[in-house]
């Protein structure tokens, strides 16, 4: 297992004048490797896409040592480096290439479960861009990666309730789309994000920062709290730690009390 070379090689590539994917299980290539990332492709600026699968409690039976729940964190501080974590195959397919077309170092957070496919391929899916799934005036759901999906089914649950909320898919961590995240809170008055990940450094705390210096509202996070994961099977896992449809329901209906 040599992902610090991996990294390495990727840069000395990229210099060279080529595009370049590395890729690796998520804990490893944004863990094991999280210096040479950091040193010879963030500060050098190099032209690697650095593409992780295994995400996140989703890893399932592999236990906390393989369970990354800090990546986005990580990834997020490295300046310069653009951050992606797609909902599923289609708008995975079009922010790679995306990625690739650009110029820089980037990071693409990729699962290792099966997810739904929740886009067409006429989606129209932009990097930087949050799409909006659902238009809403009670609150907004601001969704990344695998918890799209449940935010979706939640979304359905609280307009059977009456509670009609907008949801948003994040599939740019960095840039972030602040402009979708102020029109939210302006219109909506209270936000709940969701993400396979820490609340720590992850997508709850970049809206919390954009929301502070621009338009305060209510807010409430799903996501990891302040702790590891453990080995269970991906359902499980996800209702132990608080990520499923239930969880945002609830969240939204005690952001909005």
Not at 11 to 16: C, K
Not at 70 to 79: F, K, S
Not at 169 to 187: L, N, S, W
Request: aromatic share 4%; hydrophobic share 45%.
């Amino acid at each position: 297992i040599v992902e610090q070379n991996l990294m390495g090689v990727a840069a000395g590539l990229a210099v060279s004048g080529k595009t370049v994917v590395a890729s690796s299980f998520c804990m490893f290539a944004t863990g094991r490797a999280y210096e040479i990332i950091r040193n010879a492709i963030g500060y050098t600026g190099a032209n690697v896409k650095v593409c992780a699968s295994h995400s996140g409690l989703s890893v399932g039976e592999d236990g906390a040592t393989h369970q990354s729940i800090e990546d986005l964190g990580l990834m997020n501080m490295i300046p310069g480096m653009t951050v992606v974590n797609p909902a599923d195959d289609v708008s995975a397919r079009k922010l790679l290439a995306q990625v690739c077309d650009m110029t820089g170092p980037a990071y693409v957070r990729l699962g290792r479960a099966a997810t739904p496919v929740l886009y067409k391929e006429n989606q129209r899916v932009v990097l930087g861009k949050a799409i909006k799934l659902r238009e809403g005036k009670d609150a907004t759901i601001i969704a990344t990666g695998s918890m799209v999906a449940p935010a979706l089914e939640a979304a359905d649950i609280l307009d059977k309730g009456g509670i009609n909320v907008r949801l948003l898919d994040m599939h740019t961590i960095k840039p972030v789309d602040k402009r979708a995240i102020i029109a939210a809170a302006k219109e909506t008055g209270a936000i709940v994000t969701a993400e396979e990940h820490s609340v720590l450094g992850g997508l709850g705390s970049i809206v919390a920062s954009v929301l502070s210096e621009n338009c305060p509202c209510r807010l409430k996070m799903v996501g990891v709290k302040d702790t590891f994961g453990e080995s269970g099977k991906p359902d499980q896992l996800f209702k132990k730690y608080g990520l499923t449809a239930n969880d945002i329901v609830k969240a939204v209906k005690s952001v909005k009390k």
